[in-house]
């Protein structure tokens, strides 16, 4: 468990989160039940070795008896219901104090916490493109199951630096394309990317992933306090521009922001997805209660 992303009070928090997920969710996110569309739970899949955090309730016990080992039974639904969770580590995710990079951490960190609460799985893939441009993820760590795997996965958002370019349409093409089941896929970028992402999104959502959106920014992006002559230089390319910051500039940012925001919101809509938008200071409690809520901001 790491300290640093997510403090035992917001534990505490989550922890009874998951109970009332469990008791009461059934939206399609974590902490559902097995989803009919996907396979009945009472399918069975296969055994697999006991891990610490499984449902005591799926342990054979006649297997147990004879082998003198634990496996737990693993049903249809279950074994597909898999959170992947795809990070944007491009260098325009390192701005702001503090960075968006950390705020998406927690965010993930959370997200996973109620993932291996509930005992699902989930995987952590890094979208950004590797140092030759041949590859758009740049680490895609194993799937995890129980609660010790928590840490693990902590230590891996932990080790993600934000540098460099992410082509975000290629990343989203490369997880449809080794996904050999749909499950719950949670982006976490700024989604500052030119790139044909509704495209990609297109592709998983037709494949059957449930889809969520998580827009990290600064405040300072919703509502920037420049003005004057300015040099500014892009955190991926290195490109520079000079600008000239006035109200007309302003008023030209916002609407480029509002139009983002739209799309964003109209693709979830459509497509029955999520879309969240959390800023740095912004209560995380909230925030992580609102994805579960399915919102579209």
């Keep these: 468990m790491s300290a640093s992303l997510l403090d035992p009070d917001f534990l505490r928090a989550l ?29 069975f899949f296969e055994h697999r ?6 449902d005591p309730r799926h342990l054979d016990w006649l297997a147990l008896a004879r082998s003198g080992s634990p496996v737990t039974k693993v049903y249809r639904a279950e074994e597909e219901t898999l959170l992947r969770i795809v990070f944007d580590a491009s260098a325009s995710f390192g701005f702001g104090s503090p960075p968006k990079l950390e705020l998406g951490k927690r965010l993930a960190a959370a997200l996973a916490y109620l993932a291996f609460a509930t005992g ?9 493109n590797s140092s030759d441009d041949t590859r758009s993820l740049d680490r895609v760590f194993p799937p995890r199951r129980g609660r010790r795997a928590f840490a693990e996965l902590c230590r891996q958002l932990e080790s993600i630096e934000a540098r460099g370019k992410a082509d975000l349409a290629a990343a989203l093409h490369a997880v449809a394309a080794r996904a050999e089941r749909p499950g719950m896929l949670v982006l976490v970028s700024d989604f500052l990317d030119p790139g044909p992402i509704p495209t990609a999104l297109n592709r998983l959502s037709s494949a059957g992933h449930n889809v969520v959106l998580l827009q990290v920014l600064v405040k300072s992006e919703l509502d920037p306090d420049f003005e004057g002559d300015l040099s500014l230089e892009d955190s991926e390319t290195g490109e520079r521009l000079e600008v000239t910051v006035d109200p007309a500039a302003l008023a030209a940012y916002a609407e480029r922001l509002a139009g983002l925001f739209e799309e964003l919101r109209g693709w979830a809509k459509r497509n029955g997805a999520t879309y969240s938008r959390v800023a740095t200071g912004d209560d995380l409690q909230q925030a992580v209660r609102r994805i579960l809520a399915r919102s579209r901001d």
């Design 49 to 54: 070795p006991y891990e610490p955090g499984d």
């Design 120 to 128: 699902r799985r989930a995987q952590l893939l890094v979208a950004r």
């Design 15 to 43: 922890e009874a989160l998951r109970r009332h997920l469990d008791s009461d969710a059934r939206s399609g996110l974590i902490g559902e039940g097995p989803s009919a569309r996907r396979g009945s739970g009472a399918e």
